[in-house]
């Protein structure tokens, strides 16, 4: 279980493990992008979908999810999602409970358009191919891993997204093996599909090289402990 942190008089839990998002090679954070000037159908995509450019910032980027269309000289949509790998190959045991934190702050243009979901994504690449990595195949979205949506903060902080047994069973498929790995995207327009044509989502995001590395905090159930010892001459 979790250890107990006692400091004057005040108990604080502590996570068994602490995981700091990865920071180099194919599976780190960053940003994968798609614009069109089609519709916003085809700027969202599918699995299938290489999008206009992958960008992997040193400490963040003020939209880190983006779900906006513009008008003027034409009307085009832009498509922001931010993936994250988390590297659990070195942990063992079996997960009880996690739990996701991620720097942001909203910027966007309403609360309905400040909110966000994490989703188990495909294995990433580190390029604009990643940008269709929250679909599992053709359409359909991976896993939704915490319940419902999280809306995010005009006031940047820390942001949780508790993991549903859903994610949880995920990141147990991954313990002691591989990557947890994840996609941040906008709820109504992204995830759900809603054209942003009167409102936008803007979710500034930072990344594992700044000051507030996104972590994933694992707690493990407890060994099953049978007492056998005789104490005084007398069994237990």
Known sequence: DSLWCINFGLSILMP?????????GAGDDGVALNTSTADWATTRGSATTTGSNHMDFGSAHPAG????????????WNCYRSYF???VSGE???????????????????????????VEATTLAGSAADFGNVFSS??????????DYVGISNVAGFHDFELNSDGISALNDKIGTGKLQVGLMGHYSDYLGNDPASAYTTIAVDYTEGTNDPIIEIDYASATVTYNATFFGSNF
């Open 85 to 87: 790998s988390f590297d």
């Open 92 to 118: 063992s045991g079996t997960v009880e409970s996690a739990t996701i934190k991620i720097y942001l702050q909203h910027n966007g243009s309403s609360t309905t358009m400040s909110r966000v979901v994490l």
């Open 138 to 147: 053709g359409t359909t979205l991976g896993t939704l891993i915490h319940d």
């Open 16 to 24: 068994d493990s602490t995981i700091t998002a990865d920071t180099s």
């Open 65 to 76: 999810v983006l779900n906006r269309k513009y008008t003027g000289r034409g009307t085009r």
